[in-house]
């Protein structure tokens, strides 16, 4: 993981994939929500590194710091109760998730305000972004989130400064459990296996990797101990970009597109066959032979 890993795979509002770029391996990271401990040590580290404003903590019954992210907090460790033969914590990490098909990026009409590079990070840049909030309908895990005050839109980065020289996110370097892992998609998908099977040995027989493909996979995957109940660690079951912007950008555009188009066409053919319009005053005058 070397500095190249910042060349551009896709912008937002552009013609995507550019092209004749290289090829590269994804970077994932590795969540097991059976050994995190919830002890929030990912959460200060966030903070710290992005250097990001603090937030005062809202209670709401349980441990959790926030209610949910905010423009300022970015990473999140959720607490949930699930009952099953027994009061269960659910403890993970939320935040965003790297899609493969990222429906933020598909939504963004502005140019290059959004960009998923080589190595399959998809980063907000500030500096491009106009407000409009239409990421935040094309996310399907409701992860951007708008800042009242500069009026853009904020959320992780998978720490892309820290990756493009060599260094895992600080979220990690910080974990004192081992639950989160940083390393290719193959590495990560591979480790993830391999602790559902060591679950599944322990009794837990519905023990999944949360890789949804219903946005090409994501580059944050998860280990759930109860991977038939997704919700009850805070996740969609079958997350996909919202059906209004696909129908927007895949269909609704290029027919805007190609009316646009078949209009010029039309009025070509039109001057062709009839010539110039004239101007009404100037046609009778060549009628009666007046002068204008």
Known sequence: MAGGTLELRRISASKSPAPGIRQMPTVTK????????GCKACEVACQEWNDLPAETTVQIGTYQT??????NFWNLIRFAEYENGGLHWLMRKDQCMHCEDPGCLKACPAPSAIVQYMNGIVDFQ???????GYC???CPFNIPKFHNKTK??????LCVDRV????????IKACPTGCLQFGTKSQMVQLAHHRVEQLKNQGYSQATVYDPPGVGGTNVITVLAYGD???AYGLPRN???PLAVRLWKDVLQWLGNLSIVGGLIIAALHYLRFGPKAVKEEAQAAESGDEI
């Open 30 to 37: 590795y969540i097991d929500t059976t050994t995190c401990i």
């Open 164 to 171: 493009a020289v060599g260094l895992e996110p600080a979220c």
């Open 229 to 231: 109940r997704p919700d």
């Open 152 to 157: 853009k839109v904020y959320k992780c980065t």
């Open 126 to 132: 500030q500096d491009h972004c106009i407000g409009c």
């Open 136 to 138: 935040i309908t094309g």
């Open 239 to 241: 997350p996909t970009i």
């Open 66 to 71: 926030l209610p949910d992210m905010t423009a």
